[in-house]
């Protein structure tokens, strides 16, 4: 089975300040993909960035980056330069290849500081 | 429309009664997924559609549980005889096909939250 691991139910950055959350995952599966995405209080998730298992190279959005450590399952994410919009619940995803359904963590409430 | 729209936005019910909660795909998407997002947890796979197929309901938690996409377009899951358990905000998503590449993403609405008292 596979599953999702955020070990940080709840995280705080000040303004402009760098933060990292931690994911972490499960397969015995060789080609995935990985994502974030983010919840505001609107509910509605929101794809922040994805990474394909077979790149070695880290995805990188903007403001947003991931550390993709294939040996170790670990996919954090990087938020550079934070701003209040940035205020939300932040969940990793999983999905195999072939399969339909995402594979989602517990979320990392991410409370930002003015 | 130009996102996934669900209604209702919220939902009280009392145990024991049936609820159906209504999903709007974006025009043209044929893939359509529910997940159920209990409290303080993560998205759950509940139901997928994809055209004409038979649905994949793998993740249904039990047969009180059952959804059905008519015409290809709008969805409905229907809970009968409603648990607090089932406490929780539903969220549905579309996709213009099968999810196949990485490349390719699911967009979801913002969510039916369901309270059973």
């Known amino acids: 089975a596979q599953t999702v691991t955020q070990s940080q139910p709840e995280m705080s950055v000040q303004e402009a300040e760098t933060v990292t959350l931690s994911c972490t995952y499960d397969?015995?599966?060789?080609?995935?993909?990985l994502f974030w995405y983010k919840q505001p209080p609107s509910r509605q998730m929101i794809l922040v960035i994805r990474?394909?298992?077979?790149?070695?190279q880290n995805a990188t959005e903007n403001r947003f980056s991931v550390n993709f450590q294939k040996a170790a399952k670990s996919f954090s994410l990087k938020i550079s330069d934070s701003q209040l919009g940035d205020a939300a619940m932040y969940f990793c995803?999983?999905?195999?290849?072939?399969?339909?359904?995402?594979?989602f963590g517990q979320g990392t409430r991410l409370t930002i500081n003015p | 429309g130009a996102g996934v729209s669900q209604s209702p936005s919220n939902k009280v019910t009392e145990k024991g009664k049936d609820v159906e909660l209504r999903c709007d795909p974006i025009?043209?998407?044929?893939?359509l997924y529910w997940y159920r997002q209990s409290l303080g947890q993560g998205l759950e796979f509940l139901i997928y559609?994809?055209?004409?197929?038979?649905?994949?309901k793998s993740g249904l938690p039990s047969d009180r549980f059952s959804a059905e996409r008519t015409g290809g377009s709008v969805s409905t899951l229907t809970i009968q005889r409603t648990q607090q358990e089932d406490s929780a905000v539903y969220l549905c998503?579309?996709?213009?096909?099968?999810?196949?590449?990485?490349?390719?993403?699911?967009?979801f609405g913002p969510g039916t939250r369901l309270l059973v008292l």
């Open positions: 998503a579309s996709s213009p096909r099968p999810l196949l590449a990485g490349e390719e993403t699911q967009y």
């Open positions: 397969t015995s599966e060789s080609d995935y993909y």
């Open positions: 990474q394909e298992a077979y790149k070695q």
């Open positions: 995803a999983f999905r195999i290849q072939g399969a339909q359904k995402l594979v």
């Open positions: 025009s043209g998407h044929t893939a």
């Open positions: 559609f994809q055209g004409n197929s038979a649905p994949d």
